[in-house]
DNA sequence: CCTGTACATACCTTGACACGTATATGCTCT
DNA sequence: AGAGCATATACGTGTCAAGGTATGTACAGG
């Protein structure tokens, strides 16, 4: 009710990779900033600046344990994302196993000359996931 | 090793509002360039630069089309996400029922001792929302 | 060949945000 | 009260990515 923003911004949220660590940290159990700070061997600011803006994305609750805080998982932003990914998932489940057939086919022969995606990839991000050739127009 | 790399920048690819609204409308069906353009407003080149990202990292695929390119989804690197998802679903559907039962005692009564989470969500800057312009919410 | 269309790329500017360093706040114990 | 630990915040800085504008490239048709 207060933010509606924040359905935004929770991707934002998970796309920095220390605040992932963090998440996954706190999977197993609770974990007070020093704990965390100690694991992932990053500062201590650094951590408890993470912690806030997980904290206030919804992502972790704290409780006050003497002189430390200790940080626990919640469940509600993790599954909005899995929510907007559940649009994609009869998509996959229903082309993925016909797809990789046919690639798999493709990768073996030679290469025609139809291109797909390779047009020109001037950044040279080798993301050999499968060398894609094949099929067009 | 190599895609290591591209795991985690799966993660800042879809924190674009614009991308995200790009693999939804491609769920549907494959779509052009000009078509993606007039369908969510937002200029050509920056379509096209977005595309590129996406297509880089394996989220779409090509195929020309006389002066056009139909862009359509591959599902790799959202199953990746799904994936990197699948750590925390234990653990949302053990606690959540139980949680929210917790939660709901909590809230009712008068705060004892414990605080959660409500230690001083001094929230004295307001998290700057990005002004982000078109992006229909 | 020339024109229009569809898309890609180059360059520049701007603004977020992540980090480091320094400091503030809060709690415990003696 | 004072010392010391645990955590939070303030401030200055560098980096990087998204958008805008302009231009390049490829294809179709007269």
Same mark, same amino acid.
């Given at each position: 009710? *207060? %933010? #509606?923003?924040? $359905? ?6 998970? /796309?920095?990779?220390?605040?992932? =660590? ?9 974990? +007070? $900033?020093? *704990? ?10 650094? $951590?408890?600046?993470?912690?806030? $803006? !997980?904290?206030? /994305?919804?992502?972790?609750?704290? #409780?006050?344990? =003497?002189?430390?805080?200790? %940080?626990?998982? @919640?469940?509600?932003?993790?599954? *909005? ?18 797809? *990789? &057939?046919? !690639? ?9 000359? @139809? ?11 080798? &993301? +050999?996931? &499968?060398?894609?050739?094949?099929? =067009?127009?």
């Amino acid at each position: 009710m *207060e %933010y #509606t923003k924040n $359905v935004e911004s929770v991707f934002e949220i998970i /796309a920095e990779p220390n605040r992932r =660590a963090i998440l996954s940290l706190l999977v197993s159990s609770q974990q +007070s $900033v020093g *704990e965390i700070e100690r694991q992932l061997r990053i500062p201590q600011p650094t $951590v408890s600046k993470h912690l806030r $803006v !997980l904290r206030e /994305a919804g992502f972790v609750e704290s #409780t006050v344990d =003497a002189q430390r805080r200790l %940080y626990r998982l @919640r469940p509600n932003p993790l599954q *909005e994302l899995d929510a907007w990914l559940g649009q994609f998932r009869r998509f996959w489940s229903a082309h993925l196993d016909a797809l *990789e &057939r046919h !690639l798999d086919r493709m990768d073996q022969k030679t290469p025609t000359k @139809r291109k797909i995606t390779k047009e020109k990839t001037t950044r040279p991000k080798p &993301r +050999s996931n &499968r060398s894609k050739k094949g099929e =067009a127009k």
